[in-house]
């Protein structure tokens, strides 16, 4: 397998423009950083996702590259989603006591802005803490400070087998 | 920056096991279908997604791989958020007369099952098409036909300048 | 107690219009179907609401008067979610054995047009149903067939006491 | 209609018990408060809804009686849902200038604990405000602080015609 992905990687830079070099930047150090346990999942290395637990915020936040563009260019819907749910899913998982785990069970999410800028950054805030949910606020930002969108989501709280 | 590139390729590629090799192997290949103009983004090319029209429902297919796992190993449900809302955002845009667009105002998004099995099927179908926006219904199903999320998604119609 | 209500009926009608005497008789209309039992609740009894069953799909209509109108005289918004979140909780309980209860989590709900005619009709539709939860889909029509508004509800699913 | 009217009511208190009799008073008090214009619809007047604005915060009041409840004899979801819209949409109508009117196109509500005590207060806060929508947060309380129920509304802006 490793002489094919190599040829496949030679192929790609071969005539890769500055944008397309950027973006193979991107997915390797992604790679290297779950390969290094840096980051927990392929999608958050991916996506260069770094959070911080802050007076009981969670912020998760995320360069703004051509790698998270919709075909309109602007940044993808589903990754800001994927952004907030990252921070509220973190924040509702640290809520809770050994043996126990958190999972969505609805995102609502109102987009008010376009992302631009340098960075996006998401947080997530506990609304409501019961015994069978969690129920978390999670706003993005753009780096200049303006809304992005705006979030609410629940949690089904789940004891790990 | 070429040579970087190659370096930080080798390092990650040296030790990697079979399943980093495997998703070194699709991002690759997702740059190469973007390159190619086969995928109109970045997401839609790592994420392997591909698309088709029938009886005017859009259908959105991506292949379940660690690349979209959270931490939990399971899909991460922004991966989801992000498969349907490009099933819903492609069938919003194709609805308009050329010279306008349409972009995402709200997305609700129930997760009733996770997500298993071979790949994840988005189909998103019109509830509302008035003069300012369209209401899409959309549902992700496992290559089993299980249901995995339900959703409905607001597009605000703009004219492109 | 009942003289002071004479006493408050006599003045609400003694110089009261058409409008305001249809609906005094609207909401006692309500209170005697609750009383008797045909309703099951004032809300059901004032709104004027009835309901029927046909192919798993649970109806819930309501006659559009004044009662119901907010002060830019349109449905009130919330009225048309307590005609759809009744049409809803009413098909998520009959799913259950005896012995179990289902209560909304989640209501999302998209208003798409105004409600005009003579009756709104809201229709509720089984999406999934789990062990812990049912998720509902619910579309709310005027009586000239038209969508006013699409809704998505959970509900969890509890043991009664 | 009078005379039938008057039958109607006699009929209803007749053999009333006590809660009955509070229910008519209720709603006899909300038709009159409509009648003199201190509340701008029925439904405003019927559920005792009062309001004030204090610090961009639209908050509006609703006592807890049976005339509220489901056929549980716990608060009905949709009055949760018409209290917190009307307080959004009083806010959001608050936000324009003369001559422009906000309609709910989404309206997306958790609901966390159920409504007990004396009363429900409802609080509205501007999350975005656009040129085109604006966005607010919603919070139901019961009288001893705890939360009920969150929401998230998003409004369209019009021109009156």
Do not use: W
Request: charged fraction near 20%; proline fraction near 2%.
């Amino acid at each position: 397998m490793k002489k094919e992905i190599e040829a496949l990687f030679h192929e790609c830079i071969m005539n890769a423009n500055e944008e397309e070099l950027a973006v193979i930047k991107q997915l390797l150090d992604g790679v290297k950083r779950k390969q290094s346990k840096e980051s927990g999942s392929y999608i958050g290395g991916i996506f260069g996702m770094s959070r911080k637990m802050e007076n009981d915020v969670l912020e998760v936040t995320m360069p703004i590259t051509p790698v998270i563009y919709n075909s309109l260019h602007i940044v993808h819907g589903g990754v800001t989603a994927t952004l907030i749910d990252s921070a509220m899913g973190t924040l509702a998982n640290m809520m809770l006591p050994e043996g126990y785990g958190a999972v969505t069970t609805n995102l609502s999410i109102h987009y008010v802005a376009p992302g631009t800028g340098g960075f996006l950054s998401g947080k997530a805030q506990i609304i409501h803490k019961g015994t069978k949910t969690i129920v978390i606020d999670g706003k993005v930002h753009s780096d200049d400070g303006k809304l992005v969108a705006h979030c609410t989501g629940s949690f089904f709280i789940f004891k790990r087998s």
